[in-house]
């Protein structure tokens, strides 16, 4: 963003068209003037970026030099491991920034004091990341946290994926009762045949022996997770099972299944609770590819959204019949579902098939 109004023009309006909300920069101080009118305009934010010693903004001085008096459209995109690399306390920094922080380029470095300094593992490094994270919370920050990891660039993502563990353990200690993995790394919370089902890199799959089932139970609750079929995958996701070895008459099933293509979808097909409801749609991708559910569980009402669309609204009280659904047609299941379990563990099923899960996540709901 220049001292130059039709350039910084340009860059806004990729901004508006791609839909950003905050554009990281490092304008010069006398292009401020023009860069707080187009972010009024624009409805975007401007955070001000600060790269080692001896770059513009390196020093938090700076940065709240330049945004005094100016609008909030005006901030910092705080980089913690530039700040320890320029010898910088970043916990100081953040707290003399205070309300001025828009976004973060988290990091946490080996040394402090170095310019060659290089990332780690969040919370096993310099930046005292807990400490962090706690005035971060005391400010009442809501912005965004980026992982900007440029250390064994070649193999960074196992690494990358245990910062996102380490700051889901801190804040959740921090605030607990939001967000959590529905399966541990270990899948020690997991009732499965030992070896039956694997965790690598995150991605969850079946090697054959079973189903595998939280050792916690659930009632009211959201639940996100992404699921990759292969042609001819049947699965499902078990919810509020209230007998693990007799899952068929005490659980309720959204089915995972490749029903792509299909233009009349039934209650057997992708989406379905299954054998009673059928999906409105057939939202389902083509195999090989990476599918959302969120399903949503309150009382006697089941949600699914698949991959964007809400597909299920289904109300348990209106199957008052075993066997039979409220259009008159027959299920193979000896409870009514309107006397099913409210709470119990969640599954997935092994059907035979090849099936793999990630980013499994739940919110109870209060």
Not at 72 to 95: F, M, N, T
Not at 100 to 118: E, N, V, W
Not at 122 to 144: H, P
Not at 269 to 276: K, N, R, T, V
């Amino acid at each position: 963003l220049p001292n130059d109004e039709s350039a910084c023009r340009r860059v806004f309006d990729f901004a508006r068209d791609m839909g950003i909300e905050t554009i990281v920069s490092e304008p010069p101080p006398e292009a401020i003037d023009i860069v707080e009118r187009l972010c009024a305009e624009y409805k975007i934010k401007v955070a001000l970026h600060n790269h080692p010693k001896p770059s513009r903004y390196w020093d938090p001085d700076k940065i709240l030099e330049v945004c005094r008096g100016r609008s909030r459209w005006i901030g910092a995109c705080a980089d913690v491991g530039h700040w320890l690399r320029s010898g910088i306390d970043p916990q100081k920094a953040i707290k003399k920034l205070n309300d001025r922080i828009l976004m973060f380029h988290f990091k946490d470095l080996d040394r402090a004091g170095d310019p060659d300094a290089h990332d780690v593992v969040w919370g096993t490094g310099v930046a005292n990341v807990g400490d962090l994270l706690k005035e971060l919370d005391r400010q009442k920050f809501n912005g965004v946290f980026s992982i900007e990891y440029e250390h064994n660039w070649e193999n960074s993502l196992p690494e990358v994926r245990s910062c996102i563990g380490a700051f889901e353990k801190i804040a959740g200690s921090l605030r607990p009762g939001g967000w959590k993995r529905l399966l541990a790394e270990d899948l020690s919370n997991s009732i499965f045949t030992a070896g039956s089902w694997l965790m690598e890199a995150g991605v969850l799959f079946p090697k054959g022996g079973g189903d595998i089932w939280t050792k916690e139970h659930y009632g009211d609750f959201v639940l996100d997770l992404e699921f990759k079929i292969e042609k001819n995958t049947n699965s499902g996701v078990f919810l509020r099972t209230g007998d693990i070895v007799n899952w068929l008459h005490t659980a309720i099933e959204v089915q995972v299944l490749d029903s792509y293509g299909r233009k009349d979808v039934g209650r057997e097909d992708c989406g379905a609770i299954f054998d009673c409801l059928a999906p409105t749609v057939n939202a389902v991708k083509e195999p090989g590819k990476w599918n959302r559910y969120t399903i949503t569980c309150r009382r006697p009402m089941i949600d699914v959204v698949l991959n964007g669309q809400n597909i299920i609204s289904m109300d348990l009280n209106r199957w008052k019949e075993p066997h039979r659904n409220p259009d008159g047609t027959p299920n193979k299941f000896n409870t009514a579902y309107k006397d099913m379990p409210r709470s119990g563990n969640i599954g997935l099923q092994y059907h035979g098939h090849p099936v793999w899960y990630r980013n499994l996540r739940i919110l109870e709901l209060r």
